[in-house]
């Protein structure tokens, strides 16, 4: 009986350590700028696991850019990763993440994040501010997909994703984009961009990459240019169409009059035969307190079902149910009687779902 109450504290023992995040043995992570990997749970990296970051590639020296650390594949039940920079100052920008105390500099999970299904993808948001020391820089990102039985073993998963660099230009950044949006309709696609403020802006040339893996990899191909307005201080909007069908990620690459140029945030788009002619955005303000907007765009008339849940994948609220009409539509989700954490949303038409991560701090 002694030996059987012995076996059970130890193995409890294992697993607080393990996937708390709080001590110093909790590393589930490592970057290749100070780390070996996800070694605890198994000693190599896998194919099944695809892990990127998706940001910034241009700062001035002292300037912050807000960024993401993707993951999907492997057992995908839960998630862990970590994230550093080589010459910059990461920040932590919610509760999701702590500082990584095996591993200095470095940020991880505050806990094992859930996948809405094995085929989604999760992210992590984290900042990073320029030094003003080097002209170049890189941020290396891990991350672990594992199976959410509280055992860190072979039956985990892990990978580094591709190293981001980064170029780091001296002085302010010219021009301030407010907004960066896409509708898609039957005929294509729609961009529309919205800027607060215009210094020496040549104008922003649009790219787009055409599948998940030059996504990843940052492969991109410019298929239009539009003009900016040089030095302004007044909003100015702006719109590609590209008629184009498919999986696509765009991003605007903003150029002054000087040659320097920066990228905006990147945004993607499935074929509307895949997604069965429905998109769902990310809602905003993202962390929010209590209300949030979550917008729904429909290329067609259909029957359409929006819900939330909590993150044990328990059903909170029915925002919609009924028919949709073509267009875009915008809800609005009142978390006022319900406690600080993770929620998704999930959009579901047709037999096809879509689902999304958003953060309530109150």
């Given at each position: ?53 998706d940001g910034p590639d241009t700062l ?139 210094i020496n802006n040549s104008g922003f ?136 954490g993770i929620y998704y949303y999930s ?16």
């Amino acid at each position: 009986m002694k030996i059987t109450a012995t076996i059970i504290c130890v193995f409890v023992s294992f697993v607080f350590y393990a996937f708390s995040g709080l001590y110093e043995n909790a590393r589930i992570g490592g970057t290749q700028l100070n780390g070996n990997g996800c070694v605890c749970h198994n000693l190599y990296e896998s194919p099944l696991v695809h892990v990127w970051i998706d940001g910034p590639d241009t700062l001035a020296a002292g300037q912050t850019g807000i960024y993401r650390m993707y993951m999907y594949g492997g057992p995908a039940e839960a998630g862990g990763y970590n994230v550093a920079g080589r010459f910059g100052v990461m920040g932590l920008l919610d509760t999701l993440s702590v500082w990584d105390y095996r591993e200095p500099g470095e940020l991880t999970q505050a806990f094992p994040l859930p996948f809405p299904t094995t085929q989604d993808t999760i992210f992590w948001e984290f900042a990073y501010t320029a030094s003003d020391s080097s002209s170049t820089d890189t941020l290396y990102s891990c991350g672990l997909s594992l199976v959410w039985d509280a055992v860190p073993d072979s039956n985990d998963k892990w990978a580094f994703g591709p190293k981001f660099p980064l170029t780091i230009t001296e002085g302010n950044t010219p021009v301030e984009l407010a907004s960066f949006t896409l509708t898609q309709t039957k005929n294509g696609n729609t961009l529309e961009w919205l800027t607060a403020s215009e210094i020496n802006n040549s104008g922003f040339e649009i790219q787009r990459a055409t599948s998940e893996q030059n996504f990843e990899l940052n492969n991109y191909s410019t298929i239009g240019f539009v003009k900016g307005n040089g030095t302004t201080t007044n909003p100015n909007s702006y719109s590609f169409f590209d008629d184009a069908h498919g999986n696509f990620s765009y991003r605007l690459k903003q150029i002054d009059l000087d040659g320097k140029y920066t990228y905006s945030k990147v945004i993607t788009v499935e074929s509307a035969s895949t997604v069965d002619a429905f998109e769902l955005d990310q809602n905003f303000p993202n962390p929010f307190n209590p209300t949030t907007k979550i917008l729904v765009n429909m290329s067609m008339k259909t029957q359409a079902s929006l819900n939330i849940y909590n993150a044990n994948g328990e059903f909170i609220k029915n925002l919609f149910d009924g028919i949709l009409e073509e267009g875009r539509h915008e809800f609005v989700f009142n978390a006022e009687n319900l406690a600080s954490g993770i929620y998704y949303y999930s959009l579901e038409s047709s037999g096809k779902r879509i689902t999304k991560k958003m953060l309530l701090l109150k």
